[in-house]
């Protein structure tokens, strides 16, 4: 109890033992990036906010070694996201200068994986910042949630744990979110969730299951080459090669193993800032041969560089719905694994004396993790919990549908995917000649989607979100794991929480429309184009991203600018009576225009934006 009086005390309000509860608008589980923005998204909408992270560092994975942006748009997608990701570029530039080394590490290239990089320590810095100077959040850290009281459709009240200690204390909340990595809230509150691979007949996807892929370096078939071209005029950074199923190996069965998981190491070349690697205790060789043993370390600002291995198959599942005691002994064994695998580059004498050579200047970054040995505070768990939420993201949804040059509109979009769906090994299964089992990069037949409100959204919850374990199937999965759209999702989740309590409503029963309307003029990106400025307060931006989730659009150009068609403006006019009535079906609305497109109609005297533009204005003061 002297704990908890001393806690209360510190979140700024008198304690007493017949005082044990805390209220908020928004209780935020989860200091990631994505629960980070949706608590600094509610706290600017006037919500006062309780921000919950498991230990004394916030930022997640960015915090912790991932070091790179993962995103395939270089344009602009969401306020906070780009806030953070202006920040971290000014402070390379104003730090170091334009033509300095760390500022040109830190810029993003054109392609593969060169989007941009920072240095852990700095994404902490910026979030802590970012954090404090908003007064209606409280940060309390070393705390998970241990219990959660549901009465009905309502989530009442989460009890918190202290980390190492039994003293808990219970908040309540109108709103709350689930922005853990592991949906540990969700699960607590007993919301049912997915963690196997789906078989590829549940959803008809076609490298769901069980899989083997084989690398080409050209298109295997015309239908490949054709989608990328079509994603080759898109405006995201490009990969080359291509993968080929190999039948009849890829049974496609339902699968329980996750994807491989590790450390993001922050490695060092610097005499003057790298720390040995020393012998691990339980050091075994024949162990680490058996693993990636040759792989490459990224270029991070400041001399340092990223490792992204090594990758162990087979102990990860069980990490999933393992208490945090045999979550961190998983952990350790992992990160034990690292430094051995380092060791083992450096002094093994089955390594080639070139190599060992090259590996001996390597050591751990000094000025990173430095009050945790040097090993970053999170392991990058690739794949978790996916909630069964009130729709499902799949495979389809990230991809072209028949006789269409775009993936599915959906009428409540709150964020966008664009990363290639992409998915580690599972298994320990091999045959030589194909990457390993589970392991799919969709290089090509990937397209910018749209992801529905209701996927954050559990069945039988209306005041609980959960904008980072959302509902999706393992395949779409890999086009939504990362963080810029965890950030998107936690700011549209606070939106969304903002809008519900000005409404005197719940998340569950919060009209959809009026959270696109929001997001739509707030310079979010929920319908991607190749050629609309989301940062621009011209009123057909905001009209494009709207009529974007309705099925408006036929591509990836909106081409706001040009004529209008009789033929669209048609369409467009029947389109806008159907929303109205409830009756329009953005994907079928999507294949009338592209027919309509390409008739030959005389133009109005007016643009498609002006015409998009007056609807917009109509439809949202009507």
Not at 104 to 111: H, V
Not at 335 to 356: C, H, I, K, S
């Amino acid at each position: 109890m002297k704990l908890i009086t001393l806690l209360f005390a510190f979140l700024g309000s008198i304690a007493t033992a017949a005082d044990p509860v805390r209220s908020y608008d928004l209780v935020v589980i989860g200091g990631t990036p994505g629960g980070i923005a949706c608590a600094v998204r509610g706290a600017r909408e006037g919500l006062t906010v309780l921000l919950v992270n498991r230990h004394e560092h916030i930022g997640g994975i960015m915090s912790s070694g991932l070091g790179v942006w993962d995103s395939q748009w270089e344009g602009k997608r969401s306020p906070i996201y780009d806030e953070t990701r202006a920040a971290f570029l000014e402070h390379y530039r104003t730090t170091y200068g334009e033509d300095s080394q760390q500022y040109r590490d830190a810029l993003p290239g054109k392609t593969g994986h060169t989007n941009g990089r920072y240095e852990p320590h700095i994404a902490e810095q910026f979030f802590n910042g970012l954090v404090a100077r908003e007064k209606n959040i409280t940060v309390l850290k070393n705390f998970i949630p241990a219990s959660v009281s549901v009465e009905g459709a309502l989530v009442k009240s989460v009890t918190l744990k202290a980390v190492g200690s039994q003293d808990e204390l219970t908040v309540q909340a109108q709103t709350f979110a689930d922005c853990t990595y592991e949906g540990d809230l969700a699960a607590l509150a007993k919301v049912p969730y997915r963690i196997a691979r789906e078989a590829r007949s549940e959803f008809n996807e076609p490298h769901a299951g069980l899989i083997f892929m084989r690398p080409v370096m050209e298109a295997p078939d015309a239908e490949t080459a054709r989608l990328s071209k079509l994603r080759d005029a898109l405006n995201l950074r490009k990969f080359s090669g291509f993968q080929q199923i190999l039948l009849p190996q890829s049974t496609g069965a339902a699968d329980p193993a996750v994807q491989a998981c590790n450390y993001r190491t922050m490695l060092t070349t610097d005499p003057a800032n790298r720390v040995p690697i020393e012998k691990p205790a339980n050091y075994d060789q024949y162990f680490l041969k058996s693993l990636e043993i040759f792989s490459g370390v990224e270029s991070i600002p400041n001399g340092k560089f990223g490792w992204n291995r090594p990758q162990i198959v087979g102990r990860q599942t069980a990490y999933v719905d393992a208490t945090w005691e045999e979550r961190q002994r998983i952990m350790d064994e992992h990160w034990e694994a690292t430094l051995g695998l380092l060791y083992f580059l450096q002094n093994d004498l089955t390594v080639p004396l070139l190599v060992r050579k090259a590996w001996l200047e390597y050591g751990l970054a000094k000025d990173e993790f430095a009050d945790n040995g040097h090993r970053p505070y999170e392991m990058y768990v690739r794949e978790l919990r996916r909630i069964k939420g009130r729709a499902i993201y799949t495979q389809h949804d990230a991809t072209l549908p028949p006789g269409l040059d775009r993936a599915p509109a959906h009428a409540d979009s709150v964020a966008m995917t664009e990363w290639y769906m992409d998915s580690h090994s599972c298994t320990p299964a091999r045959i030589a000649g194909m990457l390993e089992e589970g392991k799919v990069m969709l290089h090509q037949e990937t397209f910018p989607g749209q992801i529905p409100y209701r996927c954050l959204l559990p069945e039988q919850l209306d005041n609980l979100i959960v904008p980072i374990c959302i509902s999706a199937t393992h395949v779409a999965w890999g086009t939504v794991r990362l963080e810029p759209v965890f950030m998107q999702l936690g700011e549209s989740a606070g939106y969304a929480a903002a809008l519900a309590a000005q409404g005197n409503t719940t998340l569950g029963a919060l009209d959809p429309d009026l959270l696109v309307r929001k997001l739509a003029t707030s310079h979010t990106t929920i319908s991607f184009f190749n050629d609309v400025d989301i940062t621009s307060d011209a009123p057909q931006v905001a009209a494009s991203q709207y009529f974007g989730t309705k099925g408006f659009f036929a591509g990836y150009n909106a081409r706001l600018e040009a004529p209008l068609s009789e033929a669209v403006k048609a369409v467009w006019q029947d389109a806008a009576t159907k929303l109205q009535s409830g009756a329009l079906d953005p994907i079928q609305l999507a294949k009338i225009i592209q027919v309509a497109e390409a008739q030959e109609s005389p133009a109005t005297s007016e643009t498609r934006g002006a015409f998009l533009s007056a609807l917009f204005a109509k439809l949202t003061h009507p």
